[in-house]
């Protein structure tokens, strides 16, 4: 028997899970508008013809590509990935390129909640953990990141919330074969408004979005907004993580599940 964990955010109105600017917005048409809308097409028809005067409900939904949970893509980082690969630098994969044996591969979980918010995580890190919890990464395990992010999901410091991975931290993970990456977190990189700190500090461009910029080395695909990944077991399950298929796109929404056999 499979036990299925649901992993991801509804899209959904009035909950901070974007910066300002950013959130999606849907509009919804119940079933007294909706008779309103089918008895357009049909000339002569009365709305108190149809079975207890309801037609159809609509929604629409104005959001962007890493609007909810969704997968990104290469392209979202750079116009290129994998200058440090046998075969040299190449474009970026768009989603709709992302093979599909990808999505549906062994889950690993990294819980990084004690991490503060801001913390970048390093490879040292991402070892220890991996010692912690007796597991040695194969290709195309999918791994995901369980941050403090988790917990403040639906409050307004979200956006936020939890640590991010940074450029090493990355590195380690895709030099290893690791395809598919996530976060319950915003951003798979610390929070703006934590590196914003460092960079008054620093000046440093380095560490703008080091973690996405990983993928210029080597290309990989990353889930932001992941949810109740505190569910999950360490090791011992898989992740499906089909993205929807947008044309060319830098990412695509996706139903994230947890399967535990």
Known sequence: MTTYIDLSIAIENDVVADPPGFSPSVTYVDHAAGAKQLIAAFPGLEVSQLPDEEGWAVETIRLSTHNGTHMDAPWHFHSTQDEVLAGGKRPSMTIDELPLDWCLRPGVKLDFRHFPDGYVATAADIDAELERIGHKLAPYDIVVVNTAAGA??????????????????????????????????????????????VWQQTRDPSIIWEGHKAGREIGYFQMEKLHNLEALPSTGFRISCFPVKIKAASAGWIRAVGLID
């Open 152 to 197: 403040a999901y639906g409050g307004d410091h979200y956006v936020a919330s939890g640590c991010g991975i940074g450029r090493e931290g990355t590195l380690r993970l895709t030099s290893q074969g690791v395809k598919i990456v996530g976060t319950d977190a915003w951003s798979w990189d610390a929070p703006f408004v934590h590196t914003n700190k």
